[in-house]
């Protein structure tokens, strides 16, 4: 493999990381600062692509993004409502949110599938003129995801330490001390989620105008991809503060997508690449157990080699 080959396939995998590290932001929030797994966030991924590109298909590129992040955070809202106001397990409450955004996300389409952008102004192509005759001449891509995560990671740096962030940390700590302290867990739960799905919005509606186009099913996968890409980062970046572990869940998003890259690279099939998220996934869970447990495990070993003697 040439030395252009490699940076060109880490450049792929680098803005594909930074624009899917947005929903693995997403997760961050609502699952380790929020202790509530949403299972809706495939939904609300494809939500922010169809409503970005229906909208930058209108002639409103960027006005796309902020009605991305409106659409999720609705979307946020629904999931809180289902958990907190209707008794819903958070589990349920993900699935039935997810599978009823599949219609949604249909007719936000217009009935159709797919959404083709190739002859449509994007952010991303506004970005690309901008930077024409600059050295960051065809980067274009890599520029408004790095600014997109930069913005983010900054807003949760800011926000998870005021009054209402550390009452939201405090909710996924410990509801009942939370209650105990006239601090309401229903509006923090809420106001959480529809944080955090306004990224996942955001992530899709970047990823479809980067693509070029919007898929239904778009956004398939994103929710073990994202739970990947943060446990990943959580080992790279252990505990500390908020702004660490966030960077520690960019970084992690951009290692998934790098073996997600090389994987390609090897020629390995497409339906393959699910089984890899998997296998990932399993990884980065069980890593730091069986880390814990090999001492153990290796005195075993010893024991069972010198009986053997």
């Given at each position: 493999m040439s030395l252009s080959t490699a940076l060109s396939l880490g450049q792929t995998a680098l803005?594909?990381?930074l624009i899917c590290s947005l929903t693995v932001l997403a997760l961050f929030l609502s699952y380790s600062m929020l202790?509530?797994?949403?299972?809706s966030t495939d939904?609300?991924?494809?939500?922010?692509?169809?409503?970005?590109?229906?909208?930058?298909?209108?002639g409103h590129p960027f006005l796309s993004l902020p009605a991305a992040m409106l659409a999720g955070m609705l979307s946020g809202f629904i999931t809180a409502v289902l958990q907190t106001r209707m008794g819903i397990d958070s589990l349920l409450a993900g699935i039935i949110v997810n599978t009823g955004l599949y219609s949604v996300n249909i007719a936000v389409m217009g009935g159709s599938s797919l959404?083709?952008?190739?002859?449509?102004?994007?952010?991303?192509?506004?970005?690309?003129?901008a930077l024409k005759d600059t050295p960051l001449e065809g980067k274009h891509i890599l520029v408004v995801s790095l600014i997109a995560v930069a913005l983010v990671v900054l807003f949760l740096t800011l926000f998870l330490n005021t009054r209402l962030g550390l009452a939201i940390r405090a909710t996924g700590n410990n509801p009942d001390m939370v209650r105990s302290s006239?601090?309401?867990?229903?509006?923090?739960?809420?106001v959480g989620l529809c944080v955090a799905n306004a990224f996942t919005g955001l992530s899709g509606c970047l990823l479809a105008q980067s693509q070029k186009s919007a898929d239904i099913n778009i956004g398939t996968g994103m929710v073990t991809i994202a739970l990947a890409s943060l446990l990943i980062g959580s080992t790279f970046m252990g505990r500390g503060s908020i702004c660490r572990r966030a960077v520690g869940v960019v970084i992690g998003s951009f290692v998934f997508r790098l073996v997600y890259t090389i994987a390609l690279r090897f020629n390995m099939?497409?339906?393959?690449?699910?089984?890899?998220?998997?296998?990932?996934?399993?990884?980065?869970?069980?890593?730091?157990?069986?880390?814990?447990?090999w001492p153990?495990?290796?005195?075993?070993?010893?024991?069972?080699?010198?009986?053997?003697?």
């Amino acid at each position: 493999m040439s030395l252009s080959t490699a940076l060109s396939l880490g450049q792929t995998a680098l803005e594909l990381g930074l624009i899917c590290s947005l929903t693995v932001l997403a997760l961050f929030l609502s699952y380790s600062m929020l202790n509530v797994c949403d299972l809706s966030t495939d939904g609300c991924f494809t939500l922010g692509a169809s409503v970005g590109a229906v909208v930058a298909i209108a002639g409103h590129p960027f006005l796309s993004l902020p009605a991305a992040m409106l659409a999720g955070m609705l979307s946020g809202f629904i999931t809180a409502v289902l958990q907190t106001r209707m008794g819903i397990d958070s589990l349920l409450a993900g699935i039935i949110v997810n599978t009823g955004l599949y219609s949604v996300n249909i007719a936000v389409m217009g009935g159709s599938s797919l959404l083709n952008m190739n002859k449509v102004d994007t952010v991303f192509s506004a970005v690309k003129d901008a930077l024409k005759d600059t050295p960051l001449e065809g980067k274009h891509i890599l520029v408004v995801s790095l600014i997109a995560v930069a913005l983010v990671v900054l807003f949760l740096t800011l926000f998870l330490n005021t009054r209402l962030g550390l009452a939201i940390r405090a909710t996924g700590n410990n509801p009942d001390m939370v209650r105990s302290s006239s601090i309401n867990p229903i509006f923090t739960t809420t106001v959480g989620l529809c944080v955090a799905n306004a990224f996942t919005g955001l992530s899709g509606c970047l990823l479809a105008q980067s693509q070029k186009s919007a898929d239904i099913n778009i956004g398939t996968g994103m929710v073990t991809i994202a739970l990947a890409s943060l446990l990943i980062g959580s080992t790279f970046m252990g505990r500390g503060s908020i702004c660490r572990r966030a960077v520690g869940v960019v970084i992690g998003s951009f290692v998934f997508r790098l073996v997600y890259t090389i994987a390609l690279r090897f020629n390995m099939p497409a339906f393959m690449l699910k089984l890899v998220s998997s296998v990932i996934v399993i990884l980065a869970i069980s890593g730091p157990y069986l880390k814990s447990q090999w001492p153990m495990i290796r005195r075993r070993l010893q024991r069972t080699k010198q009986g053997g003697k």
